[in-house]
C-alpha cells in the first residue's frame, strides 16, 4: 500500500502563505482565513503536505480499501487558480449551507473561491463546524 504523502509538518504557515500566494489579494485572504479558522476552530494551524494549511486533524480508515492515515480536520490552500477550502463533508444540512454561501465552485473533497469576498464567512463557519462534528463523531476526536 502506498504511503500518504501528505503529513502533517512544522513549516512555517505564514512563510508558506508570504511565499505560495501569487497575488496580493490571495496573501490577504490567506491570512484572513487563517485567523477565521483558527479562532473559529480553536486549533492551531498546521502546513499538511507542502500546500495545505490544516485545522485539527483526524485518523480515517478507508472503507473501500486498505488506506488509513491522519487528515485535518478542516482547512485551505491559497492556490493559484483559486482558494481551496476544504470544509465540506456532504449530507443534507451543508449541502442547504451551498445555496447561501456566495460564488463558488465546487470540486470532489473542497469547495474553489477566487476572493474570500464572495462568500459569506458566517455561512463558512457553519460548513467548518458541521464538517467537524461530523467527522469526529465518524472518527472520534485525536
Known amino acids: 500500500m502506498a504511503e500518504l504523502k501528505t503529513k502533517q509538518n512544522n ?8 511565499s505560495f500566494a501569487d497575488t496580493e489579494q490571495k496573501r490577504k485572504d490567506g ?7 483558527q479562532d473559529f476552530t480553536g486549533y492551531k494551524a498546521k502546513m499538511w503536505g507542502p500546500s495545505i494549511i490544516g485545522f485539527g ?5 478507508s472503507e473501500r480499501s486498505r488506506q488509513e492515515g ?14 481551496s477550502l476544504y470544509v465540506y463533508s456532504g449530507g443534507e444540512a451543508q449541502d442547504a449551507l451551498l ?6 465552485k465546487m470540486g470532489k473533497g473542497c469547495i474553489y473561491v477566487k ?20 467527522l469526529e463523531a465518524k472518527y472520534g476526536k485525536t
Open 70 to 83: 491522519d487528515w485535518p480536520l478542516v482547512g485551505f490552500s491559497p492556490r493559484k487558480a483559486a482558494i
Open 11 to 18: 513549516a512555517s504557515v505564514k512563510d508558506f502563505i508570504n
Open 99 to 104: 445555496k447561501e454561501l456566495g460564488k463558488f
Open 57 to 61: 486533524k483526524y485518523h480515517y480508515k
Open 115 to 134: 476572493k474570500l469576498s464572495d462568500i459569506d464567512t458566517d455561512v463558512l463557519k457553519q460548513l467548518i463546524r458541521g464538517t467537524i462534528v461530523h
Open 31 to 37: 491570512f484572513e482565513l487563517l485567523k477565521l479558522m
